[in-house]
């Protein structure tokens, strides 16, 4: 629908944080300062031949809000603004979104190559459901662009990963895999999540489709599910549109009009989630006990020179591993006082979870050790709280757990 490119107000001079304030804003005649949100499933015609235009396309207003809504789509727009994307669709979850975009694009007799390390819910779409429809799939190791290669046929028509990976916070090289994806016709799904819109963006880097959930730092404040699906206004014409509007995976406007809010403070948000992140993860760094610490924004990270070439910053996840297995990191998680256990991310609240009994608990022992998730290992979302704080939190339960 070009009805939302013609409404899409970004100055290409805006700097991000006025974009996320600004972007996508369309106002009522009744001139309001904050966005409305327009709780409503359909629309209303004049006249019997308005509706007829509108159906067969020559007048491009809404028609139900399963298609498009005028809140969605301001929240579509600014996320357009943020990614640098043609064009958007905003979904009821992240799973939505993921789900969306492969689905859409996909066909019996088509091959799916995903990195392995990859969010539960993802992978359960790659390797349960696609092969009930006939669609073939083979796990690599995302650093390992030998094994992306070797998975490639001549039937691949997509490729898939997240980067920082799930729990481990492992780095693919993108624009590696995007050129890969290009040499085979294919194209290239980017789940964004981990290390936000902030820090990275994979459609510049090559990617075909980025898909977020917004439940995560674009909500940022445990509110409401979303997600989104990003790409250029030909691959969502071509792939997505009709899929979208058949199947009804959108978002209601009430979400979205909380997720278009969120929008407004995710730059500052992030950034300082971020800064926390970084001091944290130098705290903890050489403290006893802790066997392995993984912070994409530091130098000892595995992959530090492909972050420094496709990431500003480090991101907001912080993951670290106990000597003393299950037992002390649940005894760490019980002591802290601030941090709380959860299994979700991206929040104004810190977050830490333990992946192997929780998140990851589906996985067979073999394929968590071949992920690096250790009964040690815990997975820590950083919030907004003071840093102090959360170090003088971190560096207790620590040394509770020594006792
Ligand atoms: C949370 C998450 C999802 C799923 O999003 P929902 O909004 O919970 O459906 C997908 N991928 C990643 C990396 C996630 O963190």
Redesign the pocket.
């Known amino acids: 629908m070009s009805k939302q490119s013609e409404l899409h107000n970004t100055s290409a001079n805006w700097n991000v944080e006025t974009r996320m304030v600004h972007s996508g804003t369309m106002r009522s005649p009744f001139g309001e300062t904050s966005e409305a949100l327009y709780l409503t499933q359909g629309f209303v015609y004049e006249t019997s031949e308005a509706a007829e235009a509108r159906f067969s396309g020559d007048d491009e207003g809404y028609i139900y809000s399963r298609y498009a809504n005028p809140t969605v789509t301001m929240f579509e727009q600014r996320m357009c603004a943020l990614e640098g994307a043609e064009a958007a669709l905003a979904t009821t979850?992240?799973?939505?979104a993921?789900t969306s975009a492969m689905l859409c694009q996909l066909q019996a007799g088509d091959h799916v190559v995903a990195a392995h390390a990859l969010?539960g819910?993802?992978r359960y779409v790659i390797e349960t459901l696609l092969p009930r429809f006939g669609i073939s799939y083979t796990f690599v190791d995302g650093k390992d662009l030998g094994a992306w290669k070797a998975a490639m046929r001549p039937e691949t028509s997509v490729l898939f990963l997240?980067s920082p990976t799930?729990p481990t916070l492992e780095v693919v090289d993108i624009a590696a895999v995007a050129a890969l994806a290009k040499e085979n016709n294919a194209r290239l799904v980017v789940?964004n999540?981990?290390a936000t819109p902030i820090w990275q963006k994979p459609l510049e880097l090559g990617a075909d489709v980025v898909v977020y959930?917004?439940?995560?730092h674009i909500d940022g404040q445990g509110r409401c599910?979303?997600?989104v699906v990003l790409s250029t206004q030909d691959w969502i014409d071509e792939y997505l549109f009709d899929f979208y509007r058949h199947t009804g995976p959108g978002i209601s406007p009430f979400n979205a009009w909380v997720l278009l809010k969120g929008l407004e403070t995710l730059p500052l948000r992030v950034g300082q989630q971020s800064k926390n992140a970084k001091q944290i993860a130098d705290a903890i760094a050489g403290q006893n006990d802790i066997t392995r610490l993984i912070y994409p924004g530091r130098e000892d990270h595995p992959q530090a020179d492909i972050v420094k070439k496709q990431m500003g910053a480090g991101s907001t996840m912080v993951a670290f591993e106990f000597e003393g297995g299950k037992q002390q990191a649940f005894a760490f998680q019980n002591a802290l006082e601030i941090i709380k256990i959860s299994n979700n991310?991206g929040d104004a609240k810190s977050l830490i979870t333990h992946p192997a009994t929780t998140t990851h608990k589906n996985l067979t022992d073999e394929n968590r050790e071949m992920l690096g998730i250790s009964e040690g290992l815990v997975r820590l979302s950083v919030g907004l709280e003071n840093a102090d704080d959360l170090i003088d939190d971190i560096l207790m339960a620590i040394e509770t757990v020594n006792r």
């Open positions: 979850s992240g799973m939505a993921v969010f819910s993802c997240e799930n789940d999540v981990f959930s917004a439940t995560k599910l979303g997600g991310l």
